[in-house]
């Protein structure tokens, strides 16, 4: 079972949607979640993090956590063609392996479409 | 200044080159990182910085050298690298190294290797 896990997509909607990202986590251990942005070429931008069970909302963007179930989500209320990208999960590493660690998921791709 | 940079954005170089990659961040974070991106992956962690002094190795081949002058900058050391080693190469900082806090990542370094 890989540590993090995204489905890779890609994910499309059509303008104005809302468009749900899912990541699930192996470690229960894991304390702080991270959602990554990234262009076509261009590097990670940090858009939300969340380090405590329930909602957190900036903008067009919740993060929702839930640490019993292990499961992290992004919510992207009225999606614009400029949300098309690679959406990254990341998860603080635990344990003598990965302490000091983000470990990533392998991203899902996003498409909006006008 | 919430910004890491880093120079050049691209680099060409062969097999017998040595060339430098440079991270410069002026939050005052005391972690730093070098990653490794290959197309349609998430970020690999090559290195991490705690204060100066090298904290993580991820077993990286010797060919790639890091250094932290001081605690504002990062360099990557490049010596007879491989044309597998052709990648984004990422530079991230965070206030302090493990610890529940967020990465920052720059620009990035797009490396060709011949």
């Known amino acids: 079972q890989k540590e993090v896990e995204q489905n890779s997509g890609p994910l499309s909607v059509p303008e104005g949607a809302i468009a749900s990202l899912n990541c699930t986590y192996s470690d229960r251990g894991s304390q702080s979640f991270f959602w990554y942005r990234q262009y076509s070429g261009k590097s990670p931008e940090l858009i939300m993090f969340i380090y405590s069970n329930g909602d957190k909302e900036d903008g067009r963007f919740t993060a929702q956590l839930n640490k019993a179930s292990q499961y992290v989500s992004l919510l992207i209320r009225d999606s614009q063609p400029s949300d098309s990208a690679t959406y990254l999960c990341a998860v603080n590493g635990v344990g003598s392996s990965n302490t000091g660690k983000l470990i990533f998921g392998q991203g899902t791709t996003l498409q909006v479409k006008p | 200044d919430t910004e890491v940079t880093q120079t050049p954005k691209h680099l060409v170089m062969g097999m017998t080159n040595k060339k430098s990659l440079k991270c410069e961040q002026h939050?005052?974070?005391?972690?730093m990182y070098w990653y490794k991106q290959k197309a349609k992956k998430p970020p690999e962690l090559m290195f991490v910085y705690s204060y100066e002094k090298l904290s993580i190795n991820e077993s990286v081949p010797s060919r790639f050298s890091p250094e932290c002058p001081n605690s504002s900058l990062l360099n990557l050391h490049l010596h007879a690298l491989q044309p597998e080693d052709s990648a984004l190469y990422l530079c991230?900082?965070?206030?302090?190294?493990?610890?529940?806090?967020?990465?920052?990542f720059g620009p990035g370094t797009r490396l060709t290797v011949l």
């Open positions: 991230a900082s965070s206030p302090h190294w493990l610890a529940v806090n967020e990465q920052f």
């Open positions: 939050m005052g974070h005391r972690a």
